[in-house]
């Protein structure tokens, strides 16, 4: 058998190894393969594309030794934030010792910013990585202009750049427009210390290549930088905008001069219909618009798009109180290749606009009406997408008082492809609803009950009998369900991933006990207020359930947490460091902990 290997293995070019070993997604099938030989080892390393780096102690060093392995990565993503919400103080290292994957234990204030990339690590990314394409960093407060410029001049190739929350200054901008002429994607989300200098200086040097670009958050942004993104990028096709000093000027100067605009997406307080109009007209092949408290754009914008945006696919409307049925009917009649509505918080909204919808968009495959407690919206409107849009797949309902289980039911008798199903706070969802959910959908895959209190066994061993590929659970603040529930959700959804419990006070370490003895692919659990389980139940949890790695609890004293990775504890009271390293035990895995109400 080795003789076969070794004759292969000589007849197959280096070239050819190195496309194979590209194939290898995990980094463990990469590992394996190059331990097989060194001529393996060598070729993984010529294969990898893609470098990610989360916070270390040293960033900076922990790029010069990737820079040494692997020299033909073209997508680097670097994240320095400290993922771990704990602040160690009083004897905190001792900590640090029975966790050492925490990180250093400091809090921001405290050094942290010490470990973080800095510019010189940035240009050490520009002088290894000669092929890059994709460069994305998150929260590197170290990293300066002075970085920028030393990446823009040596990552000519550059076709994607994510600055996320980084301080990145009108300087560096300005050079990343020179030198990177090639650049398609630029998201810039939180960077505060933009302002439109920086930003006319990029669309002026790149702006001609440049397809997607995120302003999320820039609120020093004008309309000055609008017009300089209307006047020089042409091809842009996705925008992202927050904005209160964006008016009426900057949009529509975007409108004009960005034709193939797919993507919008805006919360600008100060957008007035009349920008809208001009995205109507000029935007033909919008896809997506999302508007956030655009609180002074009324149904004229709607119609608009209904009339103008005919490939429209995606619209998301959250806290736009001017907009209603009126509107929301516009786009229903103009926009028939809808495919996904999500309404949040608009109170004129509610009925008539979406039976439009339910009439009209035959394609719609995601639903989310949230936080409309104010309207009572009439069964009959719901019930229409359970007749008419059989492609629906994912239906979010949230603190929608008037809906019950005729509109579940409908749904589900209708909707057969379902596959997420979000219910929260809806108080007149019952056992009936969610029994037609079990007998119909069995793609169904996450479901949300929370708060949903007619819910009970009934309901949740229907789930557990029709839909076996359940692979999220959230039945938290159901006060009957019972570990009967929990017996058949255990025979019968052998694939569930993450459970939430939590405020469920007939469940009992009985009821956990069968899910701890038959999912035993569970990875998240949240358990929290439940006062059946006890110490002796969350035990017998993280034993049976080898792969789990968050679990959310009370004050309840598990002895076998080697292997979980994150760890959420509420209202612990009375502890002080001694007993919080007796209470924990050896986490050698642990990578984030938070302490929430907490009492030393």
Not at 109 to 132: E, I, Q
Not at 496 to 513: A, E, F, H, R, Y
Not at 569 to 576: A, D, R, S, T
Request: charged share 20%; glycine share 10%.
């Amino acid at each position: 058998m080795r003789g076969l290997f070794d004759r292969i293995n000589a007849l197959l070019p280096d070239e050819l190894m190195v496309e194979i070993f590209r194939y290898l997604e995990s980094n463990e099938n990469r590992q394996a393969a190059s331990l097989v030989c060194k001529r393996w080892l060598a070729l993984v390393r010529l294969s990898r594309e893609t470098v990610r780096i989360g916070f270390s102690a040293s960033t900076d060093a922990l790029v010069q030794r990737l820079i040494d392995r692997f020299v033909n990565v073209r997508d680097v993503t670097i994240e320095d934030f400290p993922f771990t919400s704990l602040a160690l103080k009083n004897g905190g290292a001792c900590l640090l010792d029975q966790c050492p994957l925490i990180g250093n234990g400091k809090s921001k204030d405290n050094g942290m910013r010490k470990c973080c990339l800095s510019d010189s690590g940035l240009a050490a990314v520009g002088d290894g990585f000669t092929k890059l394409e994709r460069l994305t960093l998150i929260w590197c407060p170290n990293v300066t202009h002075l970085g920028l410029i030393s990446i823009a001049k040596k990552c000519k190739l550059l076709k994607s750049l994510d600055l996320q929350e980084c301080c990145v200054e009108d300087k560096g901008l300005a050079a990343i427009g020179e030198y990177c002429t090639r650049l398609e994607d630029l998201n810039l989300r939180r960077c505060k210390n933009l302002t439109d200098t920086g930003l006319v200086q990029l669309a002026f040097g790149c702006g001609r290549t440049l397809k997607s670009l995120g302003l999320a958050a820039c609120r020093s942004l004008t309309d000055v930088s609008l017009e300089a993104v209307g006047s020089h990028c042409g091809s842009l096709e996705s925008l992202s905008l927050d904005s209160e000093f964006i008016h009426n000027k900057g949009l529509i100067s975007v409108a004009n001069g960005c034709p193939l605009l797919k993507s919008l997406k805006l919360q600008c307080g100060n957008i007035e219909d009349e920008a809208m109009l001009a995205v109507g007209n000029f935007c033909l092949l919008l896809e997506l618009l999302a508007l956030y408290s655009c609180r002074k754009l009324t149904d004229k914008s709607l119609c608009a798009i209904g009339k103008g945006s005919k490939k429209l696919k995606n619209l998301s409307l959250s806290n736009c109180n001017s907009l209603s049925d009126m509107g929301l009917d516009s786009v229903a009649v103009g926009c028939e290749e809808l495919m996904h509505l999500e309404v949040n918080g608009c109170d004129n909204i509610g009925t008539s606009g979406l039976k439009s919808i339910g009439n009209s968009c035959t394609r719609l495959s995601g639903l989310a009406f949230l936080h409309q407690q104010f309207l009572q919206i009439e069964n009959d409107a719901l019930c229409q997408f359970g007749i008419g849009c059989k492609y629906l797949h994912s239906l979010h309902l949230s603190d929608c008082s008037g809906i019950g289980d005729e509109v579940l039911c409908a749904i589900a008798r209708g909707g057969r492809n379902l596959k997420k199903l979000y219910i929260d706070d809806c108080h007149l969802v019952g056992n009936e609803g969610i029994i037609s959910v079990g007998q119909n959908c069995k793609y169904l895959a996450d479901l949300v009950l929370h708060h949903c209190d007619g819910v009970g066994d009934a309901g949740i061993i229907a789930i557990a009998r029709g839909c076996p590929q359940l692979s999220y659970l959230d039945v938290g603040g159901l006060k009957n369900l019972g570990d009967k529930g929990m017996v058949a959700l255990s025979e019968g959804c052998s694939l569930l991933k993450d459970l939430v419990i939590s405020k469920c006070p007939q469940i009992t370490d009985l009821g956990l006990s069968y899910i701890a003895r038959n999912c035993t692919s569970l990875e998240a659990c949240n358990i929290i207020y439940c006062p059946g389980i006890t110490k002796a139940g969350v035990t017998t949890l993280i034993t049976g359930c080898q792969k789990i790695k968050k679990l959310l609890v009370e004050e309840h004293k598990p002895n076998q947490l080697q292997h979980l990775t994150f760890l959420e504890i509420l209202e612990l009271g009375g502890f002080g460091m001694e007993a919080l390293l007796e209470l924990f035990g050896n986490l050698s895995s642990l990578r984030e902990l938070t302490l929430d109400a907490c009492k030393a």
